[in-house]
């Protein structure tokens, strides 16, 4: 187990950290807001050529002009873990995770298919 304090240290990777917040849950929860097409397409290592709105809705984070204006909706045992990690609930901690959780159906694919 990685805190929030050894990634910040740089005790682990960001992989390594992040990975630690992926289930199957999560990568279900990519795969409602956005399609495994455009996941297994993404030219991009931080898959930045799908929208960050795509990434904000999965757990709700929603803004407009700038500001945040709806709070999210995540799963109670998400938010337990995060935080038991020493971790905070933050959009852009949101987004690593469901980016990771995307990285991860990439590699699930990748492994199904040789």
Known sequence: MYTRKNYLADQCTFDEYYDQFVSEKTKREVLQHINLTD???????????????????????????????TRPMIRHDLVKKIRSFGDTITPSVMVC??????????????KANT
């Open 39 to 69: 996941v297994l397409n993404s030219k991009d290592i931080h898959l930045n050529d799908i929208p960050m709105k795509k990434w904000n809705g999965i757990s709700g984070f929603r803004f407009s002009g700038g500001k945040l204006v």
């Open 97 to 110: 995770i469901y980016k990771q959780s995307a990285r991860q159906l990439q590699k699930d694919h990748t």
